[in-house]
């Protein structure tokens, strides 16, 4: 058999290479391969070039992203948006005027259910946070040193992969962390700390229940704010978690660390599902 | 009693989010520059949130993103180009600000910072074409409708940055790789 009625040339050696060529030509080239050592070499060669440029480029993958393009991601203020989830109370406030007692407390349970538990995850996560974020000595029951089998433990005990973000670029040194009571499930927290020895808590639940982010629903979820005696806390749901990011520190700082926070998270997650590479 | 400080604050975008570390690396491989590159990735996601009706459904929105900053640098290089001031900026500049990634370790650094470097010698049109095809292993067809261009016209600039880094970066014979 004819090797081939065109001569292999570069185009064909390139597409071999980054696994383009048509099944036919791929064939001649293997043909080829065998009886030409020199054309084995040069595709050995761009191969290791390939996985050189890879080898080069890939970490760059796992650098932190930075606060501003994380803003940069955030849906802009203006435009025609959907009402917010935080406006139907407002909404079901006036439907219970006007279609009476008994559907209104309806409605109102349901908001309640929907709208309360949030607001019952911030406040505990406020208190929580006071509490441990005051106590000098023992503020965490796994210190920051035994990272790894406190990420474990954390995971196995909220049957949640838990990640504890690295917000050393922000200033703040993980401390630690321990499992707190939550609702119905445990609450793990994980504690952090700045030179000037102030105290962030990011505390995750899994709660199925209170899952109300739609599938593939774009931007309907948000961070939301609130402020317990003093302490703020960032709060928000992702997938079947929820996130709370609590400190003294003022609400713009504290929405800083909570975008990073979330970046981080939401990058591992596109790691963590992304298909394997070649 | 708690009380809701003020209105929520959308989440980042997870698809954009998920889609940032790709679009950083194809900023850095055309701009050079930590600052600059990161400043292609800022523009990109404002005017993606100006198109977001374009964003379809089932479409891929990394190449949807990666059309658009490639636009926007061609862009602000006919502008820097058009602005005598900003002669070295130009394209094919070797005065490109290569850093290596943070993670690197100390033996790493040596040879990726080779390798930075040379890739940084082609011209940028090479060295996008290099990144899509080799390490984001995307098909000629999809970069050739993501850059504008033939076909035929991906191919040869491929070729060419190949050519010239096979010289260039010191290749090794059989068996190096597995010594990592």
Redesign the interface.
Known sequence: MKSAVRPID??DI??YV???LAADRATAVEEALQRDAGLAERV???R????????????????P??E?????????RAGQRPP?R?MLPAFAAAATLVLGLGIGWTVRGVLIEQSGTP?TF??QA?FTHALYAADARRPVEVWANEEKSLVTWLTKRLGHAIHAPDLNPLGYALVGGRLVAGNEKPTALLMYENADKERLTLQVRKDAKHVDAKPGG??D????????NGV?V?Y?V?DDCGYALSGTLD?TQL?ALA?VV??QL??L??IEHAPA?R | ??????????????????A???L??YA??LAGDHARA?DL??DT??RA?EKRRLWAAGTDLRAWLFTIMHNLYVNQLAQWRRDSAHDSLDADADGLAWQV????NQADRV??QH??RE?GRLPAEQREV??L???E?L??EEIAKLLSVPVGTV?SR??RA?EK??RI?D??P?G??AVK
């Open positions: 570069d185009a390139n597409a980054d696994g383009q050995f060669a761009l290791a070039l390939n996985a050189e440029l890879t080898d080069a480029l890939d970490p760059i993958l796992a650098e992203i930075p501003r393009l994380l803003a940069a991601a955030t849906p802009p917010r935080w607001t911030a406040r406020a774009a931007g979820t948000a961070f939301r704010y609130a402020i317990e703020g960032f928000w992702d609400r929405l975008r979330y970046g939401a990058a997650e596109a590479r | 009693m708690t009380r809701d400080a003020d209105p929520p604050v959308d989440l980042p975008h997870p698809d954009l989010v998920a940032i570390p790709r950083r690396r850095r491989v990161d990735v800022q996601l404002a949130w990634p943070v993670r690197a040879e990726l390798v930075l890739m290099l990144l095809a080799a390490v292993e098909r000629y191919m491929l070729s190949r880094l096979r970066v290749l090794p059989a190096l790789r």
